[in-house]
């Protein structure tokens, strides 16, 4: 019968004393780490000020206490390093950025912000000052004058035909059809902003010349038709004056919901409907109306050219605020929130 051999191992006394002595250093870092360890406060980053566009200067503050060093991460593949509460930055392109503060290599706070456009500044120089009348009758010549100190070119289009109908500063022209006619003016070859006004053509009107009938008189001998004194008695009623025309109508503008002005701007996305499309629904036809975008002053072509950068309407979301004139129905102002689908998988929106 076979005997059973085992194998016995033995630890050499010096491993033995240095994995003792391993653990008791790693015991005693633990302790004095766990004595000195200050668990992290909640802080918040905070802007001063409302302006939020692109190059203008942030300002960044925070409430956290007991620090050293902060880290500042804007976001833009920018940061800074302070020993003070604040940073100051300056954004070179809108979207979203998302701010990481880092208070002394162990305490973090973030903060998501949105930075708009600039807005454009427009050039009043550049548009037209157009003094002409509310109102025109077919046949009759109309003056139109444009009062601008800077113009030096002129082209003035009335709304009957699609090539420019003048290109004087006093215009006159001359009206062939009645209707509302929409009237457009470049001036200096600036097609950006061009003015827009609408004028209500009537009719010509028909004069009825009445003509004079001689009626034979009466012989000497012969009886009057009527007796004279009945005739005095019972006097002809006289011809009544014949009333003056009626002024011409009030041009009154086709009705327009907000809800259907909100899917009309999802439909310009890209550029897929005109400009031209929303005139008939602004006082004159005035495509520089004015529109509060997101609580910013800019005109409906600006708003318009915003809108149409955007590729698709699905990504765009509006909520609109008509004001209108009372008498006409004509829109005079619009405030619009609008907002944009944004990120790599559209899981988020930004201003427009």
């Keep these: 019968m076979q005997k059973k051999q085992f194998m016995v191992f033995r630890l050499d006394d010096n491993v033995i004393i240095t994995l003792l002595a391993v653990c008791t250093l790693a015991s005693m ?7 000195s360890y200050k668990p992290c406060k909640d802080f918040s980053i905070n802007t001063v000020g409302t302006i939020l566009t692109v190059g203008h200067i942030v300002r960044f ?23 003070v509460a604040s940073a100051l930055h300056s954004f070179d392109d809108p979207g979203n950025y998302t701010i990481a ?9 973030y903060k998501t912000i949105t930075v708009v456009a600039a807005p454009e500044v427009i050039d009043s120089s550049l548009v037209a000052k157009v003094v002409m009348p509310a109102t025109a009758i077919v046949g009759a010549p109309v003056l139109f004058k444009d009062t601008s100190s800077k113009a030096s070119s002129w082209e003035w289009r009335f709304g009957e035909t699609a090539v420019v109908d003048g290109v004087l500063r006093n215009q006159v022209y001359t009206f062939t059809t009645p209707g509302i006619k929409t009237i457009s003016v470049v001036i200096n070859g600036n097609y950006k902003t061009p003015l827009v006004r609408k004028i209500y053509v009537s009719p010509k009107e028909e004069r009825n010349i009445p003509v004079a009938v001689a009626q034979p008189r009466p012989r000497v001998n012969e009886r009057p038709n009527t007796d004279p004194l009945t005739q005095q008695i019972n006097p002809q009623p006289q011809q009544q004056p014949q009333e003056a025309p009626p002024p011409p109508p009030t041009p009154s503008y086709p009705d327009v919901a907000p809800a259907d002005l909100n899917q009309m701007f999802r439909n310009a996305a ?17 495509l520089n109306t004015t529109v509060i975008l997101n609580g910013k002053s800019v005109s409906f072509q600006q708003f318009y050219n915003k809108v149409a950068a955007v590729k ?13 004139n009372r008498q006409t129905n004509c829109i005079n102002k619009l405030e619009i929130i609008g907002k944009v689908k944004a990120g790599m998988f559209n899981m988020s929106w930004r201003d427009l």
């Design 270 to 286: 890209g550029g897929g409907k005109p400009i031209s499309d929303f005139a008939k629904y602004f006082c004159d036809g005035n």
């Design 29 to 35: 870092a633990f302790i004095v780490r766990y004595r």
């Design 101 to 109: 503060l880092l208070a002394d290599g162990k305490c973090v706070e």
């Design 312 to 324: 698709r309407g699905d990504k765009l979301t509006f909520t609109t605020t008509v004001f209108k």
């Design 61 to 83: 503050e925070t409430d956290a206490k007991d620090f050293k060093r902060l880290s500042w991460d804007f976001g833009d593949n920018q940061k800074s390093e302070t020993e």
